[in-house]
């Protein structure tokens, strides 16, 4: 069966670092969504992407946040600059119509 | 803003017993709703849909049940086993094509042998 996948499993990385989150969402997929979870809390829609360009995003994904396709197979989210509170993590999902979440990057800031 | 919230934060099952998780809906345009289980370290997972045409709708060994009239949902575990410990979170969403969910809080199942 057909599944999203994610690299790294486990990211730790030191403050201010730039981080590359890596998906690779489920072939005839459309659109495809990174989500982020804090330890104990509920899952957060951060931006959502079609057709190569964002179609939705919360306030959550600031300018610090992108996101890229740039090989037609891979879904990337880069954080810039990391902040203490972008530890989380961080899930990648496609669909058609249910989404379907890979298995995430506990992302780990020091 | 719009939210999804869970009424039960921990439910506690003895094996065998059936289990009911509910989950309460602000949004009510809202028309497509999913439960999903989350495992420790692992993505959701999806269990169960149910379309706001419905008010019901059954899988192998889950029912999802749907009142528009309350906004709730609930989710019906028959036969609770040991693998059915996780927590469970509702979404809705707009079921037009590449909507974001809006998540609710979790609920956490232990199952006791």
């Known amino acids: 069966e057909p599944e999203v996948t994610q690299t790294p499993s486990h990211q730790v990385t030191q403050m201010g670092q730039e981080v590359i989150l890596r998906c690779v969402p489920i072939?005839?997929?459309?659109?495809f969504y990174w989500y982020r979870q804090i330890l104990g809390q509920k899952v957060e829609f951060l931006v959502s992407?079609?057709?190569?360009?964002?179609?939705?995003k919360s306030e959550i994904f600031d300018d610090q946040f992108s996101v890229e396709r740039p090989d037609g197979s891979n879904f990337t989210l880069k954080i810039r600059s990391t902040k203490l509170e972008d530890s989380a993590m961080y899930f990648c999902a496609s669909t058609t119509e249910t989404q379907y979440f890979g298995p995430g990057t506990r992302l780990l800031v020091l | 803003g719009e939210s999804v919230g869970l009424h039960l934060p921990t439910l506690s099952v003895q094996e065998g017993d059936n289990s009911i998780i509910n989950c309460a809906y602000s949004?009510?345009?809202?028309?497509?709703f999913i439960w999903y289980k989350q495992e420790s370290g692992k993505g959701p997972q999806f269990i169960i849909d149910?379309?706001?045409?419905?008010d019901k709708r059954q899988g192998q060994r889950v029912t999802v049940l749907l009142n528009k009239t309350v906004k709730h949902l609930s989710l019906q575990i028959a036969a609770t086993q040991p693998g059915d410990s996780a927590v469970y979170f509702c979404?809705?969403?707009?079921?037009?094509?590449?909507?974001?969910?809006?998540f609710g809080g979790g609920t956490r199942v232990l199952v006791k042998p």
């Open positions: 949004n009510s345009a809202s028309d497509y």
């Open positions: 979404a809705e969403t707009l079921r037009a094509a590449g909507n974001k969910l809006t």
């Open positions: 072939s005839n997929h459309l659109y």
């Open positions: 992407f079609y057709n190569n360009e964002i179609s939705e």
């Open positions: 149910i379309r706001s045409n419905m």
